[in-house]
C-alpha cells in the first residue's frame, strides 16, 4: 500500500504562487506515475498534471501549462506541484494520486491507484 499525504495548501491571492507536496510512504514511489487532480466545489475532479517515473515526461492540463510544474524528489519519496501566477479559477481541492504503471500512456483519474486525502487551494481575486 502507498500512503499519499498532500500539503502546502492555504489562501493566497490572484498572482502568487504556492508549491503543494506530496509525501509518500509505505513504498518507494519511484517507479510510480504521479499525478495531480483539483476538484472544485460542484465541479468533477480534473486532471491537473502528471509526472511519470523517470521524470523524463510530463504532462499539464491545458490551461495549467505554463504556470505550473510537476517534479519529483527521488531522495524524498514527494512529488510536488509549483503553482505561479495563481487565479481564483486556480481555487479548489488538490489531490495527489499514484499509478502503479509508471508510464502516462494514460493519465485519467481512473489510471491511478492510490489517492491523498487532498490539501485545499483558495485564490483571492
Known amino acids: 500500500q502507498v500512503q499519499l499525504v498532500e500539503s502546502g495548501g492555504g489562501l493566497v491571492q490572484a498572482g502568487e504562487s504556492m508549491r503543494l507536496s506530496c509525501a509518500a510512504s509505505?513504498?518507494?514511489?519511484?517507479?510510480?506515475?504521479m499525478g495531480w487532480f483539483r476538484q472544485a466545489p460542484g465541479k468533477e475532479r480534473e486532471f491537473v498534471a502528471a509526472?511519470?517515473?523517470?521524470?523524463?515526461?510530463?504532462k499539464y492540463r491545458d490551461p495549467t501549462k505554463g504556470r505550473f510544474t510537476v517534479s519529483r524528489d527521488y531522495a524524498k519519496n514527494t512529488v510536488y506541484l509549483q503553482m505561479n501566477s495563481l487565479t481564483p479559477e486556480d481555487t479548489a481541492a488538490y489531490y495527489c494520486?499514484?499509478?502503479?504503471?509508471?508510464?502516462?500512456?494514460?493519465?485519467?483519474?481512473?489510471?491511478?491507484?492510490?489517492w491523498g486525502q487532498g490539501t485545499q487551494v483558495t485564490v483571492s481575486s
Open positions: 494520486a499514484a499509478k502503479w504503471d509508471g508510464t502516462l500512456t494514460r493519465y485519467g483519474a481512473s489510471e491511478f491507484d492510490y
Open positions: 509505505g513504498r518507494n514511489i519511484s517507479s510510480y506515475a
Open positions: 509526472i511519470n517515473w523517470s521524470g523524463s515526461k510530463t
